[in-house]
């Protein structure tokens, strides 16, 4: 029987996670860094295995040329070090350190405070308040921006990566059944809210980066407009986006819904939306860039007349590992306007087609897809239709 004080739980086998580093690195030599400090939740268990929610506290991945990566940490979340991380060396500070000051400890003590040192400040966890405190501990060491060096290695999945994604789409799958089955006339919108997640976690998802949304009626034409105390109405439109999560990766995939017989203006804008997200689909495969699928999808709107009711600017971006406040990887790749990033096999993204008319109706539908050698796969498998409910 195996010791559980000295288990591990890791997503991936140690092969995996070096073959990060060893790219990770390779891009640092070509940025000319010593070091990369990583306070971005999701790039330090990308290269450590190590998770917690609780990463509204400071950590930071030390991340030199040569030798381990050593991990930062509370000391209260010690437990999550040794449960989730492969690294052996960890330092943590208590609640009345100063977690900056310690960052610049361990940098000089392992002789990694002299050469050039590259900071994510594009982080949303590393604060201008932390920022200028490890600026000032640092002293005279060469502070540069490494923003986007591990994101460029995330970008494109694994293998193993992308059946975490396929898992977290039959979560996904189940949370939006759920969600439908609870849909009618007169229902408030938690409880279909409710049902979405019973049946989301249920069916094996953790918890999501980003909450799922029950847009109903006025909700419907707000852009993340989402449930609480509103009780559906006939005639209402319903925005379903539901994203559900296996090892911290994830999928998502919207859906509309019409409250009895659709108006027509609600068909119309839910036969572009589904015409739109099924061309940028399709239009997803190797060599094309970002740019050419975001405009496969405008043109399906330009020529139903609906381009004045797209809010947002781009078309989908890419998706996977995501802790808290979002569960896409956007700020790393999205379809966009223009956009000359070349797709390659191995990346994921949530294709989106929204379209809302304020305080009239909403109508979107989406798709976790991925880039293959050939093209495209559904990684999502879910009816296409605009769904009336009673």
């Known amino acids: 029987m195996s010791d559980s004080a000295t288990e591990k739980e890791l997503a991936f086998d140690l092969v995996e996670y070096q073959e990060r580093l060893e790219r990770v690195r390779s891009i640092m030599r070509q ?19 190590y998770q917690t929610a609780g990463s509204y ?12 990566p050593i991990l930062i940490l509370r000391r209260a979340e010690l437990g999550n070090f040794l449960r989730f991380c492969y690294l052996r060396e960890s330092v943590t500070y208590t609640d ?9 400890k361990t940098l000089a003590d392992r002789g990694l405070a002299r050469g050039r040192i590259g900071l994510e ?18 002293g005279s060491a060469t502070v540069v921006d490494a923003t986007g060096t591990i994101e460029r290695c995330r970008l494109v999945k694994s293998t193993r990566e992308v059946d975490h994604i396929r898992r977290a789409a039959r979560a996904v799958e189940a949370g939006m059944q759920g969600a439908l089955d609870a849909i009618r006339d007169g229902v408030v919108d938690d409880v279909v809210a409710a049902e979405l997640h019973r049946a989301l976690f249920r069916a094996g998802s953790e918890y999501v980066a980003l909450s799922p949304f029950v847009a109903a009626g006025y ?14 109405e006939r005639g209402e439109s319903v ?16 859906r509309t819904v019409s409250v009895g017989p659709p108006a027509h203006r609600l068909r119309d804008m839910a036969k572009a939306s ?14 094309v860039t970002s740019g050419e699928v975001h405009r496969a999808c405008q043109l399906v709107f330009e020529k139903a007349g609906l381009i004045d009711l797209r809010r947002g600017n781009r078309s989908g971006y890419s998706i996977g590992l995501a802790f808290p406040p979002d569960w896409g990887e956007g700020h790393i790749l999205s379809l966009q ?47 296409r239709v605009l769904f009336v409910r009673e």
């Open 57 to 68: 506290m400071y950590h930071c991945l030390v991340v030199p040329l040569e030798g381990q």
């Open 337 to 383: 306007d223009n956009d000359p990033t070349v797709l390659e096999p191995g990346m994921v993204f949530h294709v989106l087609a929204a379209v809302r008319e304020y305080g009239l109706f909403g109508a979107s539908f989406s798709e976790t897809v991925l880039v293959t050698p050939t093209g495209h796969e559904l990684l999502t498998r879910f009816e």
């Open 121 to 138: 400040l594009g982080s949303w966890f590393l604060t201008p308040k932390r920022y200028l405190a490890l600026q000032s501990a640092l």
């Open 31 to 49: 940025r000319g860094l010593d070091v990369l400090l990583t306070h971005t939740p999701e790039n330090i268990l990308y290269l450590s295995g």
């Open 274 to 287: 589904e015409e739109a997200n099924r061309v940028a689909c399709e239009a997803i495969r190797p060599g």
């Open 96 to 104: 009345i350190q100063d977690p900056a000051e310690l960052t610049a």
């Open 239 to 254: 925005i379903l986006e539901i994203g559900g999560c296996i090892q911290r990766y994830h999928a998502a995939l919207m």
């Open 219 to 232: 909700k419907s034409t707000i852009m993340h407009g989402n449930w609480g105390r509103k009780r559906i």
